[in-house]
């Protein structure tokens, strides 16, 4: 959902936005302004919910499941206090128009980081495959699987201790990259991959056993080939967030589910603010001469043409006492209609 342009050989990412506002006036230069339909929803009342990651059962006792989609689900929900947020104040109840966005990427977590990196040689099965032939007869014999040897990663984190006691009942443990070779991978994990007592005893006193604390990574092809690998693995001081774990257990809840709630609101607002955006798309069907190029005296100017001069990203500012309270609105040029045989009859500029 991002735009992008091309210029030679160049790919631009970002808002297509340029010049100076040239003034586009119903009745001056403009002969008809017509608006149409854009992609609104028409919804003037947000319910907002984020991710079902890290949600415990005990989550809002009081309020009940969301349905999404047709399945009841346990997720994050507003602040209590700010059930919805409006798209504008004072609404009267014959404008109440309500809707339901989801923010996934938004649920009780905590970025820790990789103190630890181990690897681990391990043996797997690798499948015998035929190599490209003209012999139809050739078939992939199975009973002849080989073997070799990869390293299996394992990492610790001085952020924490864990236990086997805090994953979700009927939930994987994973654990999501946000930096380094990783980043962006969501990877499953085993914990305490070597069946370690979780805790021992130290100077008379049950502390957590540091043998227990590992996360082993689970190798897999989801992103093309098998991973983690010798070259994209994780190291000491990548950050990351632990999926899949009753955040009560690990640390305050309420403190982490706080911090959850205020960042969906904040999330919700933004999401109001741009469809407070006006999401018409206006036609303006320029006025022949104007196009053609006369100048004061109604001669030709062959340097005055306006045929051309409004790229798309072109700033605009739009005069109608129709459509503007203010009178006018400044927005950009996102399309345009010229004639192939008179370009400068009726042109139409898409603002």
């Excluded at 100076?20 to 009342?45: C, H, P, Q």
């Excluded at 109440?96 to 043996?123: A, H, L, N």
């Excluded at 032939?133 to 001085?158: L, P, Q």
């Amino acid at each position: 959902n991002v735009e992008y342009w091309i210029t030679d050989n160049i790919i631009h990412f970002g808002k297509v936005e340029s010049g100076t506002a040239v003034d586009f006036n119903l009745g001056d230069n403009v002969e008809e302004m017509t608006a149409e339909n854009s992609e609104s929803d028409g919804i003037t009342r947000y319910y907002a919910f984020g991710s079902t990651q890290n949600i415990p059962s005990g989550y809002r006792k009081s309020d009940s499941p969301v349905l999404l989609n047709g399945v009841v689900q346990k997720r994050l929900m507003l602040p209590e206090g700010t059930p919805y947020i409006d798209i504008e104040s004072g609404l009267k109840d014959d404008e109440i128009v309500e809707g339901i966005v989801t923010f996934d990427d938004v649920y009780p977590r905590t970025k820790s980081s990789v103190s630890e990196v181990i690897k681990v040689p391990k043996t797997v099965e690798k499948s015998n495959t035929v190599e490209a032939t003209t012999d139809t007869s050739a078939v992939a014999d199975d009973s002849k699987a080989e073997t070799e040897v990869v390293n299996i990663y394992r990492f610790k984190t001085s952020d924490f201790n864990f236990s086997a006691d805090y994953i979700l009942a009927n939930t994987s443990l994973q654990v999501q990259f946000v930096s380094g070779k990783l980043n962006g991978m969501t990877f499953d994990v085993a914990f305490n991959p070597n069946g370690a007592s979780e805790t021992t005893v130290v100077d008379g006193k049950t502390v957590a056993n540091p043998d227990a604390q590992l996360f082993e990574l689970v190798r897999n092809d989801t992103y093309g080939l098998m991973l983690p690998n010798d070259t994209l693995c994780p190291a000491a001081g990548d950050k990351f967030i632990l999926l899949g774990w009753d955040a009560n257990k690990l640390i305050a809840w309420q403190e982490l589910i706080t911090k959850a709630e205020d960042e969906l609101k904040s999330q919700l607002e933004t999401y109001v603010k741009k469809k407070q955006i006006d999401p018409l798309t206006y036609v303006c069907t320029m006025m022949s001469d104007y196009m053609y190029g006369l100048d004061a005296n109604g001669n030709q100017d062959p340097n005055y043409s306006k045929v051309g001069s409004f790229p798309i990203g072109q700033k605009v500012r739009l005069y109608s006492d129709v459509y503007f309270k203010e009178g006018s609105r400044e927005s950009r040029v996102i399309g345009y209609e010229y004639k192939l045989d008179i370009p400068y009859d009726a042109a139409q500029i898409y603002v």
